[in-house]
Each structure stands twice: as C-alpha cells, then as structure tokens.
C-alpha cells in the first residue's frame, strides 16, 4: 500500500483513474493537466505539489503522473487533513468548496457541467488502499 501523500500514491491514483469502468468517457471529458497540493498539517511537514495527465489514448484512458505540470487545466489544494478526509470518504467536495476546506482552482466550468466525469475521479482517489504518515511515524 502507498504512502500518502507520495509519487507512489499519485501512480497508484493514476492506476485507479484507468481503472474505472467509465475512465475513458471521464478522462475524454476531462482531459489536461491536474495539480494537487497537499499543504503541511498534523504529521505533514512541507508542503508536496503531484501533477498528473488525463487523457484518451488510442480508444483508452491514459492518466499519468508527471513531475510538472505548468498551466493545469485544474489545480486541487487543501492541508493533509482535509484531504485525508476526502480519501477516506468523510469530506464531500461540495461542502468542503463551499467552505474553503478544498480550494480548486482552473477550469470550473468543464468541472460543474462534467459531474459525472468527476465522480471517477474521486472514486479512484478514494480507491487507493492507503498508508498515511501518522500510521508509519
């Protein structure tokens, strides 16, 4: 199991992404680039920046992580427990946008008229079997 927050978690993420029954229609819909910012809380110490691409290649999804990303189409930010609780299921993206728990930031319009397509999303992202650094420290 990855550790999160970690470059092996993002490709386990990544893994997920690909894996889902509606990954192609999702990452068609949502292609580009994505940021995810994990800023420092509780065990977290500094802040760590993963990218990823999502797209369609040769009739599948392709999600990949990368080392940088410039001009993502989606930036996802948040401190180390909030997304803790997103992983684990117990945060709603609504409310957490809502009340400045989860900042995202870029494409907003393709975001709130792709739902759906979001959904695979956050169903990957909650589909990592996780290892988290309170648990190693």
């Not at 993002?10 to 999702?26: D, G, K, S, W």
């Amino acid at each position: 199991m990855p550790l999160f927050p970690s470059a092996e978690w993002m490709h386990a993420f990544c893994r997920q992404v690909t894996m889902h029954p509606r990954a192609t229609e999702a990452a068609a819909n949502l292609g580009g680039g994505y940021r995810f910012v994990i800023d420092p809380a509780g065990p977290l110490r500094e802040r760590q920046t993963y990218a990823m691409v999502l797209g369609v290649e040769q009739g599948q999804a392709r999600a990949e992580r990368v080392d940088v990303i410039h001009a993502p189409r989606v930036t996802v930010q948040s401190d180390y427990h909030h997304w803790r609780q997103l992983l684990e299921g117990r945060l709603d993206i609504g409310p957490a946008i809502l009340f400045r728990r989860l900042r995202v930031s870029g494409d907003m319009a393709a975001l709130v008229g792709s739902s759906g397509d979001v959904d695979v999303l956050v169903d990957a992202l909650r589909g990592v079997d996780t290892v988290w650094l309170d648990a190693v420290r």
